[in-house]
């Protein structure tokens, strides 16, 4: 075994020696055969080569990595699902602590609680608790990390109607910077409790997360699909609609370019449309009528219907693959206003390929019910998160997609509340992240103090500490 040299360290070969004897998983370093792939991120705009990664099988092994980190003065990153929109599941000269070894995933159905390790996706999760007629509320990707979503915050198809993921959050175990482990919940270390919910993965290692569960067996789900001409007259009726829509819906609106897919037809393949994806808790009729303002409006194709909430869950996965070209912009908008709705029906239909999309969520309902300072999670008030994603397979083409989408967010911008879901944002600087959580902002600089004067964790949305 070699020596492994950065930018700013030499490892020895016998300091990477005694870490491979201190952990069970693997540890991998530039040298090995597998370093390549196990570098790779989601996006494959991130090219990034770590000074070595450890494999995690177990909390002990998170341990030995971190402190590990600690002696050699590395900065320390955490991959779980390796979704992350910066790609900052990896990084340059630093340790990588993968977690994708760890995603056991167990449920407990009489108290509907629900214990996930820190590598599992949102797809092994909804594959245990399905057979009991529960979810966690997150996302609409299945294959996106447990932990990078819920430590930003996390919404999904259920959270009108149960709140952020966040929210149904009961207790964290966590690798602290000094490498102590800890659990936080709300009557122990109840600080970092608060932090930990939206702040990101500034505070430490998340090895396991205890949700409780919600009930959602069999929904309603599918996709509504019109006309460019019509985005307009839909983002007004999206916009009027959402205040008192059924919490059973999740629902948003979106700009695409329609996919080649056997569900279309062909007359309506490549062509950029306007569509509404919604998910209903409850039966095909009672969707239909509560969508009845959508429906009036006449869609060019629809598609869904009555099936578990896990295969609905899973059900874009196959148009968001890894080993893409991404590039996200995002926004919270706390009311969706005429100039906002002009600058999106002129940007929105302009959408380059079949993987780039514009998605509006709504963010209202159960969300709204907590105060925006009983989480590090800010922004309550937003009704709105905006969201322009761009991709593509040939990376020569990404700097007109990548111009396209900061036209777009320039344009429309001004007519947002500032500040975003970071977990949507590329890498954009302190001011943005201060941005968005606002009055926030001081205490989590404070508990990141405590348990992170040094920055260990700093391969992230970064609260820098004080």
């Known amino acids: 075994m070699t020596a492994v040299t950065t930018m700013n360290h030499r490892i020895t070969s016998e300091a990477i020696d005694a870490l491979r004897a201190a952990v069970r998983g693997a540890v991998v370093t530039p040298d090995d055969a597998g370093f390549d792939k196990a570098r790779t991120v989601y996006n494959a705009m991130i090219d990034k080569r770590p000074a070595l990664i450890v494999q995690a099988v177990d909390a002990a092994d998170v341990i030995a990595g971190v402190k590990f980190a600690a002696e050699h003065d590395l900065p320390i990153c955490v991959r779980g699902g390796g979704h992350n929109a910066a790609g900052l599941g990896t990084c340059d000269d630093g340790i990588v602590i ?73 207790a964290t175990d966590l690798v602290l910077a000094d490498g102590s482990f800890v659990t936080a919940s709300e009557s122990e270390n109840a600080d970092l409790f608060w932090a930990i ?50 919490r059973e819906l999740g629902i948003f609106f979106g700009f695409l370019m329609t996919p080649p897919a056997p569900f279309l037809p062909e007359e309506l393949h490549l062509k950029n449309m306007a569509k509404i994806v919604f998910c209903y808790r409850g039966p095909e009729a009672e969707a239909r009528t ?29 148009l968001f693959p890894p080993g893409r070209q991404d590039y996200w912009k995002a926004d919270f908008l706390t009311e969706l206003s005429d100039e906002a709705i002009e600058v999106n029906t002129k940007f929105g239909p302009k959408m380059p390929n079949p993987s780039s999309v514009m998605h509006l969520y709504s963010v209202n309902g159960a969300i709204q019910e907590v105060a925006p300072e009983a989480t590090a999670y800010n922004r309550r008030d937003a009704k709105f998160a905006w969201v322009v994603l761009v991709t593509d397979d040939d990376a020569s083409r990404m700097t007109d997609h990548i111009d396209f989408a900061r036209d777009y967010w320039d344009a429309q911008h001004p007519f947002t509340a500032g500040g975003a879901y970071l977990n949507m944002t590329m890498d954009e600087g302190t001011d943005r992240v201060k941005d968005s959580y606002r009055d926030n902002y001081p205490r989590l600089q404070a508990i990141k103090t405590q348990v992170d004067p040094d920055n260990r964790f700093r391969i992230n949305q970064n609260i820098a500490p004080k």
């Open 197 to 246: 919910r939206g702040g990101g993965g500034n505070f430490g290692v998340a090895t396991a997360f205890e949700f409780m569960a919600q009930k959602a067996g069999t929904v309603t789900g599918g996709v509504f699909f019109y006309e460019i001409d019509k985005a307009a007259e839909l983002m007004r009726i999206y916009r009027d609609f959402i205040d008192d829509a059924p």
């Open 290 to 318: 509560v969508l009845e303002p959508f429906l009036k409006v006449g869609p060019a194709a629809e598609v869904g219907g009555e099936m578990p909430f896990a295969m609905w869950n899973a059900m874009f996965d196959a």
């Open 98 to 170: 993968d977690l994708g070894r760890m995603n056991a995933v167990r449920v407990n159905p009489q108290t509907q609680r629900v214990v996930v390790e820190g590598g599992a996706t949102w797809g092994d999760v909804d594959h245990a608790t399905q057979p009991f007629g529960l979810a966690v509320p997150a996302g609409i990707i299945s294959t996106t990390g447990v932990g990078g979503l819920t430590l930003g915050g996390g919404f999904g198809y259920l959270s009108r109607g149960y709140g952020l993921t966040i929210d149904n959050l009961v």
